[in-house]
């Protein structure tokens, strides 16, 4: 049985909140972040087994839920206050996934990447579609099941979902995977993901290398806005 914690409960919750993680990664900044929510009424699934890829933490999160949405985040985000109140009304009878966006070491404002650190969908419907795929885990993993989401119902972007992640992702590049969503979404990825200038390639070079996030830094302590 993977190991899973709880560290905050409600009789009758609303959201269950996933976070998959490993023993050796410290998620107390997240869990006290949640534990000061403004809204009561939801769980708290800590994933904590280092013998699950994150597919399979986030899928044994998924089945564990007792409520019927799930939001994910990772274990080195900081939701805000109302991060769980937000998701609450997010979803409804036409909505299956709902994505949000992210700042600080990993920007996003919602172009379709269901970026998994922000994240709330149907329990039911996720588990409908098979959950997350491991043959995606470490890259893409989250992009590629709300891609497959889109198919079981109507997915969108709320700009009130937002959730900081304060460090750069740990995620690497992997051109493997990155060949298989290409062959096994090629509309969807050449519409969101390839960009199509050479100026769009060099500033997505550029972003995955950090240089932005350090252009932002220099705009905060000169006050430029």
């Known amino acids: 049985m993977p190991m899973i914690r709880n560290p905050y409960a409600s009789d009758e ?3 269950s909140v996933v976070i998959p993680t490993v023993p050796s990664n410290d998620h107390a900044g997240v869990v006290a972040a949640l534990r000061n929510q403004t809204a009561t009424e939801f769980e708290v699934l800590v994933v904590e087994d280092a013998s ?3 597919c399979e933490a986030r899928n044994a999160g998924i089945e564990a839920a007792s409520a019927d949405v799930v939001a994910l ?3 080195d985000c900081l939701p805000p206050p109302d991060w769980v109140a937000v998701i609450e009304n997010a979803l409804d009878g036409e909505t299956v996934c709902v994505e949000g966006s992210v700042s600080g070491g990993r920007t996003y404002d919602g172009t379709g990447l269901y970026v998994g650190c922000n994240l709330a969908f149907d329990r039911e419907v996720a588990l409908d579609a098979g959950g997350f795929r ?3 885990a470490g890259w893409r ?3 590629e ?7 079981y119902g109507s997915c969108r972007y709320d700009p009130a979902m937002v959730m900081s992640h304060p460090d750069r992702p740990r995620a690497n590049i992997d051109s493997d995977i990155e060949a298989r969503l290409k062959r096994e979404y090629p509309t969807r990825y050449e519409e969101r993901i390839v960009p199509e200038t050479r100026l769009g390639r060099v500033n997505d070079w550029l972003w995955r290398r950090g240089f932005w996030n350090a252009v932002d830094r220099v705009r905060d302590v000169g006050g430029v806005r």
């Open 52 to 54: 699950l890829d994150i």
């Open 134 to 136: 491991s043959e995606y």
């Open 13 to 15: 919750p609303r959201v």
């Open 73 to 75: 985040t990772d274990d």
């Open 145 to 151: 099941f709300g891609w497959r989401m889109e198919s």
């Open 141 to 143: 993993d989250d992009t």
